[in-house]
């Protein structure tokens, strides 16, 4: 039987009704991604060789590289880790077991989610499936990537400043990033603490809340955990029109920078949002413009912090070799992981922390007040999730600061704890290849604890443009 095009809750149902087996699927898979993960790299580790336990709920789910999961190595991929075998598990794949679900092999990243494009790995690029010369986005590069070219039917991923995001957008697929603390960061190897969010890569908006209910809570092993109930109202999947609700459009996210043909795909979506009877409200959010600085002080700093760790000597995959910290984590560590650790240990350092850290840190708060003002007037804000479509591999990579400000329009979000979904809209050539469409993806962001509407407003523009996103499929599908 072919899978391809069914969602985990198909799947689900065809297990169910006595049509399949999990087994079946899982096989599938496994078959689909030896055959392709050569040309694609999306895995670092690839699934196990066989698995016959059956039952309703087993359905196979990459797992980004940086989760730990006890007994099956773990390398963020990073030299530094390269054998790593954790003791002990996530709380997020934990839950996802308790759930039934099977882990499906650890999934290419940028190096411990450093990256914008997927091509800082020690086991090379990630390629995206829609055209394998170019990026598929970064940092959960491989699991984007796996779910696109239907090698898997959800994965995993985490989203610090975009890291779910922006690759979901290039790739093609839905990715959610529910709001800070609503997944506990338990057992995932940490990169800036105050910003990274486990979430999830699917085919469909619905997948992607069974997966937040299934992992979703309070966890007493993460002091940022909230303590909110997490339930989904069954009833958002049969609403099939926007009446009655506000969606703003920031006017600060449609900037000369984009792409003419992302700015016509969104143009084109929000055109479609205003045919389902919402109300279209232009807003300001006028902060917006330091965001990228702002992130880019914070996170180098909790970098620094978090990849102290990592000296060669007491941890990491050189200790017990002898050489000194500075010589090991020049050869174990990569040149983004360097940077930013630098740039890190700059802004924490003693003259300089008032001057930038701490400014940086009023100006974050500036950023949430502008969200809360936004959400009193709207209950959902609509952007584009980049401002370009997928660039070639190695196109970017001398220009760190071009890379940077990729992550424009997810950065903001990061920053005030907000949970964000990205949904595929639409097509666009890049510049460089007018012959060829890439995939265009939309953010919706919702207030905080706002995951549900975000989710059902996903969902009903998800359905009314389904026949342009499934116009198309990728080279590798």
């Given amino acids: 039987m072919d899978f ?3 969602s985990l809750i198909e799947l689900s149902e065809l297990v169910k009704n006595w049509k399949t087996t999990t087994s079946e699927i899982y096989n599938y898979f496994l078959e689909r991604t030896k055959e392709y993960n050569s040309e694609l790299n999306a895995f670092n580790t690839l699934p196990e060789e066989s698995f016959v336990w059956d039952s309703e709920k087993s359905l196979p ?25 954790p003791p002990y598990e996530s709380t997020i794949t934990e839950r996802m077991k308790w759930a039934g679900f099977i882990s499906f092999g650890k999934t290419n990243m ?45 994965a995993l991923g985490t989203d610090t400043g975009g890291s779910i995001r922006q690759p979901a957008s290039m790739c093609g697929v839905v990715g959610f990033k529910p709001g800070y603390g609503r997944n506990s960061r338990y057992g995932v190897m940490a990169m800036a603490s105050s910003l990274d969010c486990p979430g999830y890569f699917t085919r469909t908006v619905q997948d992607a809340a069974l997966l937040y209910e299934v992992t979703a809570g309070y ?34 996210y449609f900037i000369d920078g984009i792409d003419s043909g992302v700015r016509s795909a ?27 600085s702002v992130y880019y002080t914070i996170c180098p700093a909790e970098v620094a912090s978090n990849l102290a760790r990592y000296d060669g000597i007491r941890y990491g995959a050189l200790s017990g070799t002898g050489g000194n910290i500075v010589e090991n984590r020049s050869e174990a560590l990569g040149n983004e992981i360097q940077r930013r650790s630098l740039v890190g240990s700059y802004v924490l350092s003693s003259g300089f922390y008032d001057a930038y850290y701490k400014k940086a840190t009023a100006v974050r708060e500036l950023i949430r007040q502008d969200f809360s003002e936004a959400f009193a007037q709207v209950d959902v804000i609509v952007t584009p999730t980049a401002p370009t479509v997928a660039w070639k591999i190695g196109e970017k990579w001398s220009d760190p600061l071009s890379l940077y400000l990729e992550d424009i329009f997810t950065i903001p979000a990061s920053l005030a704890w907000l949970p964000g979904l990205t949904i595929p809209v639409g097509f666009a050539s890049p510049k460089d290849d007018s012959s060829i469409e890439l995939p265009v993806g939309m953010q919706i962001l919702g207030p905080v604890l706002g995951e549900e ?25």
Wanted: charged share 25%; hydrophobic share 45%; glycine share 6%.
């Fill in 4 to 6: 391809k095009n069914l």
């Fill in 61 to 85: 789910i990459a797992i980004k590289d940086i989760f730990c999961e006890t007994g099956i190595r773990t390398t963020a991929s990073s030299k530094m880790l390269v054998d790593f075998i």
């Fill in 110 to 154: 940028d190096e411990f989610a450093m990256g914008w494009s997927g091509e800082n790995s020690a086991f090379g690029p990630a390629r995206n499936p829609w055209d394998t010369t170019r990026i598929p986005g970064g940092s959960s590069s491989g699991s984007a990537v796996a779910v696109a070219a239907w090698l898997v039917p959800a």
């Fill in 219 to 252: 966890d007493s092993k993460d002091s940022t955990s909230l303590t909110a109930p997490v339930s989904i109202d069954s009833n958002i999947w049969k609403r099939q029109d926007l009446k009655w609700l506000k969606v703003g459009i920031p006017k600060e």
């Fill in 266 to 292: 969104i143009d084109n979506a929000i055109a479609n949002i205003r045919d389902m009877w919402a109300e279209v409200i232009e807003i300001s959010l006028p902060h917006t413009e330091h965001g990228v």
């Fill in 453 to 477: 509407k975000v989710l059902m407003v996903g969902h009903i523009i998800e359905q009314a443009m389904k026949w342009i996103i499934e116009s198309k499929k990728p080279k590798i599908f």
